[in-house]
């Protein structure tokens, strides 16, 4: 079997390829979660005969995906499976087909047409939520049942106006003990279930999160695209992933205290957002959590701070400033990837590795204090140098120095 797919048991696991045009292998019977997440190269799929299932958000984020033909022999596509995929036009799903995930086609803001069984298929909530297709709900292509009685015709209620978007959106605290609710304010859904906010449906530039949420939920707000603030109450203390994905008119964000993870991607592409506020109790901040948050000027992450991700705050542009929590032992690979402001930087003691293109492409870096002992990992080689502040200089560091600061001021200086 090629490289390009890693399968085992009838199960494709990964994609490794980058060819723009995928046709899944025979004897393939479940094409696994995430397993092209994000392949932004591929443009057409072809899946063949052999495929049943389609896990969760197995093709999420494939942005130039433009054409999939689905042979006969499927049976489910799951939760998020071509969520975000912006170039799909046109469908046509087969008629053995019995299930659609939850926002299985989520965001596909291109998608006018969508051919599907009428009948013995569910579909999950929210499936073609932000599509340009109209697709009948669940409702209108479940199996059909007994007609009911016929009621005498009686006169059409009138029509009431759709309720116009409030800049500013809250909703009532949630009483005590609650132990499930959907809760609707001036026209406006949001699904709250057990405490944990599920999902926000609304269109308000501000949004007051009530006291007794407890969790925001993956997801919740992603790509809420006019959403400008966002309230949290203290009773927060779990943000989900991707919670705030992508929404990019997002300018400021106060993380409660009670929050200790902040999760992958949870940040990732607010393009506006410029004023963040971690709170002292905060743990970890994950993989690609604020990646992509080109209006950031400075970010202060406190001293319980004891892990952050790879790419955590890669492609912020505007980063100049950057105060690091004084117990962190480890910079990853790519955690500060082309930060194009950023000028100097002070790694604390505490750092003892700094893994290879952790400050990558941050061309205007030319400051670095870094204390004795500190060791940083070169790549492809892997091998580790022991830096002292006190013998830095072309003498004692060789042209293989510190790829972690590779395409810096910093790092050239030693080139020489």
Excluded at 203 to 215: L, N, R, S
Excluded at 274 to 293: H, Q, R, Y
Excluded at 365 to 375: A, H, K
């Amino acid at each position: 079997m090629s490289a390009e797919f890693v399968i085992e048991n009838g199960k494709l696991i990964k994609y490794n390829g980058t060819g723009t045009s995928v046709s899944i292998p025979q004897g393939v019977r479940i094409i696994g979660e995430g397993a092209f997440m994000n392949c932004t190269k591929i443009k057409r799929l072809m899946i063949n005969y052999s495929v049943q299932s389609i896990e969760a958000r197995a093709f999420y984020g494939c942005a130039e995906l433009k054409t999939v033909l689905f042979a006969k022999g499927l049976t489910s596509i799951g939760d998020y499976a071509f969520a975000e995929c912006w170039e799909l036009t046109e469908l046509t799903l087969p008629s053995s087909l019995r299930s659609i995930g939850k926002c299985a086609f989520q965001s596909c803001m291109n998608l006018k047409k969508v051919d599907m069984p009428r009948i013995g298929i569910t579909v999950g909530e929210d499936a073609f939520e932000g599509c340009k297709c109209r697709v009948p709900m669940p409702e209108e292509i479940a199996p059909v049942k007994p007609a009911a009685p016929v009621s005498p015709v009686r006169a059409a209620a009138p029509v009431r106006p759709a309720p116009v978007p409030s800049p500013v959106m809250s909703i009532p605290t949630l009483k005590k003990d609650e132990p499930s609710a959907s809760i609707v304010t001036n026209g406006e859904e949001f699904v709250i279930r057990d405490g944990i906010l599920e999902k926000y449906q609304g269109d308000a530039e501000t949004v007051v999160i009530p006291h007794g949420v407890a969790e925001i939920g993956a997801w919740a707000f992603m790509s809420r695209q006019r959403l400008k603030k966002v309230i949290i109450p203290d009773s927060v203390n779990v943000i989900g992933r991707e919670a705030f994905k992508r929404c990019v008119s997002l300018t400021s964000i106060s993380i409660p205290m009670g929050v200790t993870v902040i999760p992958r991607e949870a940040f990732k592409d607010c393009e506006a957002l410029s004023d963040v506020i971690l709170p002292n109790g905060l743990k970890e901040i994950d993989t690609d959590a604020f990646a992509g948050c080109t209006s950031l000027r400075s970010i202060v992450i406190p001293d319980s701070v004891t892990r952050i991700g790879t790419r955590s705050f890669a492609f912020c542009d505007g980063l100049e400033n950057i105060i690091l929590s004084k117990n962190i032992t480890l910079i990853p690979s790519e955690a500060f990837l082309c930060c194009l402001s950023l000028s100097s930087i002070v790694i604390p003691d505490s750092v003892k590795k700094i893994e290879s293109c952790a400050f990558m492409d941050c061309e205007n870096l030319s400051d670095v204090r870094l204390s004795p002992g500190t060791e940083v990992v070169l790549p492809r080689t892997e091998t580790k140098l022991e830096t002292n502040l006190e013998t830095f200089g072309p003498d004692k560091v060789t042209n293989y120095v510190m790829s972690s600061f590779e395409r810096t001021p910093f790092g050239k200086n030693y080139l020489s």
